[in-house]
């Protein structure tokens, strides 16, 4: 792709570790580590791993070699699965999430929500005044779908949204008492610096999502950051790529045997 000629301070590549990466991750690492060569940008690693039923050893042992196999490097985060562990695990920042969340809730903001996935779109519980300290409930932001929210563009400047549908009272804090990834992500990224951010299509409803929960905490500086959503690699089927499906993980393609050029050969261009 071809990027303005702008500089920018700090990127990040932000997995979660849930399964083996695919060769989507593998494209959304090289083009970030592409643009931010372009832009003057240091890279973080930040390993997303507060979904704490599904972290697993191997998948961010994973992370570790793909980013290596790829010859992707990065100035921040962990080097090793010791490293990750000890100093940049989100568990570590769970002090900066809860602030956040102690803001929302003395501010009004959410509310205690203990409907399954099934009940979702027949919640009510914005009405019901559930205590927020209900055992399995999760915190919902309370939103509305008018607010207009601008967004730095690496192509076109900015662009302008509301809040989708799917996004309406979105979650900030998990039935397991953990945050959600939308706190958590607009956390970290205002806690390092990040000025540009390169995610996948996909994550445009997060993006606009973050922005309003911005908003709602009074933290300015996330609306200075650029944003870029790149296409998604897909399946034959039409279908995007998923972590389950084995034979598109760089993991297995390692293990058959494929060179990093090969790897690369497989891509689109960056």
């Known amino acids: 792709m071809k990027t303005p000629a702008r500089h920018f301070n700090k990127t990040r590549i932000a997995p979660t570790p849930s399964g083996f990466l695919h060769l989507g991750n593998a494209y959304s690492f090289a083009l970030t580590a592409s643009i931010a060569k372009e832009t003057g940008a240091k890279i973080l690693l930040r390993i997303d791993d507060l979904d704490r039923d599904r972290v697993n050893e191997a998948y961010v042992q994973d992370v570790l070699d793909t980013l290596y196999f790829l010859n992707i490097s990065w100035d921040e985060g962990p080097r090793n699965a010791k490293e990750y562990e000890s100093e940049w695990s989100q568990i570590h920042r769970m002090a900066i ?4 969340l102690t803001q929302l809730k003395n501010s009004g903001k959410v509310f205690a929500c203990t409907c399954s996935r ?3 779109q027949r919640c009510t519980c914005a009405d019901k005044n559930i205590p927020l300290d209900t055992p399995n409930a999760s915190w919902r932001l309370r939103t509305d779908n008018e607010t207009e929210i601008t967004i730095n563009t690496l192509n ?12 309406k009272n979105f979650i900030v804090r998990k039935k397991d008492g953990y945050p959600a990834y939308q706190l958590t992500s607009l956390c970290d990224d205002l806690h390092f610096g990040i000025d540009l951010i390169i995610r996948g299509e996909d994550l445009w409803a997060s993006t606009i999502a973050q922005h309003y929960l911005a908003g709602v905490l009074q933290q300015p500086d996330f609306f200075k950051i650029t944003f870029h959503h790149h296409p998604l690699i897909m399946e034959t089927s039409g279908n995007k790529l ?3 499906a084995g034979a598109t993980s760089i993991k297995y393609l390692r293990e058959m045997g494929r060179t990093r050029e090969e790897v690369y050969l497989t891509l689109p261009r960056v």
């Open 97 to 100: 999430y809860e602030k956040a």
């Open 118 to 120: 099934a009940q979702i």
């Open 156 to 167: 076109d400047g900015t662009t302008k949204a509301r809040l989708p549908a799917e996004m």
């Open 242 to 244: 998923s972590k389950s």
